[in-house]
């Protein structure tokens, strides 16, 4: 059992995964595929301009919905009472097995068309299909964005396009609505001073709950230290080099915490956080080997944020 709180609005998730260190690695594709945020990004401005609603869903238990591709058994445990012991196949793609992500990821490509919809050649996890507006006649073409297992569709009864899959991937019971977070990202209509209608897109409140936890995290671990108070930029110093740094190496517990860091700052970058980009890239390649200085600079990075957190 795997137990998580999720960074944004700090869910509580519980899953039941398969180890699936355990097993030999197969030799087709392993991972899931997921729309990029261009994509996103130019078809929240295709809604727009057209005047089409803009819905999100979650799949409910998305890998538990596709059927296991790789030969996997386990031997049951003493949670399973009278049957113990016993050899038991797995039939579905449980979390943690290594084939999960494509298998899920193939399973929905299926429905997407049996649905009608067929993948951009630009970005294979953009859906779309030719659609009329009834009430005006306006010919256009419906669009279903896939992140693993969340849905945005741009429709003009976006509802009932989510509804449609819902029928085939039972989608988290009050999940199907306008979407308010999207991929870590906070996301609005807005009008423009001119009139125009667009869609917002902001990092903010992910940026504020990352640098929070880093603080924490600094706090615990280092004294009682805390974030840089003036971070005008995101480097150090305009002197500091990362690709030089000889300071001590990090143990593996804090390299552990670096490369996860790295990983959040990476995603902020996805987010629009380009300011950033530059400083950590550079950290990044030091990812195999961290030192103290490459900590200090994530930190930094993290001070800078928290002055500039809706930039």
């Known amino acids: ?70 030969k996997i058994y386990t031997t049951l445990g003493p949670e399973f009472g009278e049957d113990q012991g016993k050899t038991a196949i797995v039939v579905r793609a449980l ?37 009329v507006r009834p009430d005006d006649g306006f010919e256009y073409y419906a669009y279903v964005l896939l992140f693993v297992d969340d849905a945005l569709a741009i429709h003009h009864d976006a509802r009932s396009a989510l509804e449609e899959i819902d029928n085939y991937f039972p989608m988290k019971p009050g999940s199907i609505g306008e979407p308010d977070m999207y991929l870590g990202a906070k996301l609005k209509p807005v009008t423009l001073s001119n009139g125009v209608k667009a869609w917002g897109f902001s990092s903010s409140k992910y940026v504020q709950e990352a640098v929070r936890n880093a603080e924490i995290y600094l ?57 950033i980009i530059t400083e950590v890239s550079l950290l990044a390649s030091a990812m195999a080997m961290p030192r103290e200085g490459h900590l200090d600079a994530v930190f930094h990075v993290f001070a800078y944020l928290k002055n500039k957190h809706n930039a």
């Open 1 to 70: 059992m795997i137990y998580d709180i999720k960074l944004e609005g700090f869910r509580r998730k519980c899953r039941f995964v398969a180890g699936g260190h355990m097993c030999e690695t197969p030799a087709v594709m392993t991972y899931a595929t997921m729309v990029s945020r261009d994509t996103v990004c130019i078809a929240l401005t295709v809604a727009a301009l057209n005047d089409l609603e803009v819905m999100s869903s979650d799949v409910k238990n998305a890998y538990l919905t596709a059927p296991c591709e790789e």
């Open 95 to 131: 979390y943690g097995l290594k084939s999960a992500g494509a298998t899920f990821g193939r399973h929905i490509s299926d429905c997407m068309r049996t649905l009608g919809y067929k993948p951009c050649k630009a970005d294979a996890d953009l859906w779309y299909k030719p659609m």
């Open 219 to 275: 706090g615990e671990n280092f004294g009682g230290r805390k974030l840089a108070k003036k971070a005008r930029a995101p480097w150090p110093t305009t002197e500091y080099s990362a690709e030089l740094d000889v300071t001590p190496e990090l143990s593996p517990k804090l390299a552990s915490y670096y490369q996860s860091q790295i990983g959040i700052l990476h995603w902020i970058v996805e987010l629009g956080r380009v300011d």
